[in-house]
């Protein structure tokens, strides 16, 4: 019975490294695919205008409020 017991540990230690080895080809797999997917949107028109927003979101927070305060009181 003690034989088959250390056969078994045996087995499951396997049977985990296949599991870890198998799980981090996948998450190869999909980083690759994901990597894949972002060019194809980085080449798309729809692409070329988000990050063409995104510069112009970032040009415009660079040069707003520049010490003013946002609202101005005046007392008349």
């Known amino acids: 019975m003690g034989c088959f017991s250390c056969f078994d540990g045996t087995q499951k230690q396997q049977r985990k490294e296949e599991e870890r080895q198998a ?7 999909a980083a690759e695919a994901a990597q894949r997917r972002k ?19 970032a040009k415009q927070s660079a040069n707003t409020n520049k010490g003013e305060p946002v609202l101005k009181w005046q007392m008349t």
């Open 23 to 29: 799980s981090a080809e996948a998450r190869a797999k």
């Open 39 to 57: 060019e194809q949107f980085d080449k798309s028109a729809a692409g070329r205008a988000a990050q063409a927003q995104l510069q112009q979101m």
